[in-house]
């Protein structure tokens, strides 16, 4: 008498291949919604700080961080006198509380228009950070002129979205570019860009 052999039916092997399926598209399903919100929450965070820097400017007549009377408005400790020249002086990465383009976080935050306290730099939603400065005065990017705000640690291919929903989807062109001028590699998530636009 032959012994019967066991194992899984062709039914049985189709479902559990549906079943992985089904997993898989969910996953990767949930990970494009969670890069969306992502753009979508850089998106607004650009025109968050747009709006809080033009509403400090309409309060207080000066730019946040380049405000002389910021210190005695708020009473904050002076670690160095801001110049009131309508230039945000020190590149936008700088972090330190000795240059203004880093009191420009303190100032929105005393006047109420951004949350948070002290002069750190807000964190983006690619793990980096924002940061504003004087295009013309400190020569950090390929923008030349007026302040930008800029951040840093965004892949390619999402630096190339974004470009795409603020500016002109070129970059090396516009408002908005690449720090360092050339156009974003979108074909990998290795290279991280900063990308910087006009205020």
């Known amino acids: 008498m032959k012994k019967q052999q066991s194992g899984f039916t062709l039914i049985e092997i189709a479902i559990v291949l549906v079943i992985i399926g089904l997993l898989l598209g969910g996953v990767l399903k949930g990970q494009a919604m969670m890069d969306n919100a992502k753009l979508k929450r850089t998106s607004n965070d650009f025109n968050g700080i747009s709006a809080a820097i033009f509403s400090y400017m309409d309060r207080y007549a000066a730019l ?25 002086d020190g590149a936008w990465d700088a972090n330190v509380a000795t240059a203004e383009s ?14 948070g306290t002290g002069f750190a730099m807000p964190v983006n ?9 004087d295009a013309a005065a400190e020569a ?3 923008i030349d002129t ?4 800029c951040m840093n640690g965004v892949e390619g291919q999402f630096a190339d979205i974004l470009d ?6 070129v970059g090396d062109t516009g408002e908005m570019m690449n720090a360092a001028g050339d156009t ?4 990998t998530l290795t290279t991280a860009y900063v990308i910087c636009k006009q205020l």
Do not use: C, K, M
């Not at 880093?102 to 949350?115: D, K, P, Y």
């Not at 007026?146 to 705000?149: F, L, N």
């Not at 795409?164 to 989807?169: C, E, K, S």
């Not at 974003?184 to 074909?187: A, G, L, N």
């Open 164 to 169: 795409i929903q603020l500016d002109d989807g």
């Open 140 to 142: 950090t990017t390929a």
């Open 102 to 115: 880093s009191l420009v976080w303190e100032h929105l935050r005393a006047a109420g228009l951004i949350s």
């Open 64 to 88: 946040p961080g380049d405000d002389p009377n910021a210190f005695a408005r708020w009473g904050l400790s002076a670690a160095i006198a801001s110049q009131g020249d309508g230039i945000i």
């Open 184 to 187: 974003y590699d979108d074909t």
């Open 146 to 149: 007026g302040s930008v705000i």
């Open 125 to 133: 939603p690619f793990g980096g950070t924002f940061g504003v400065e």
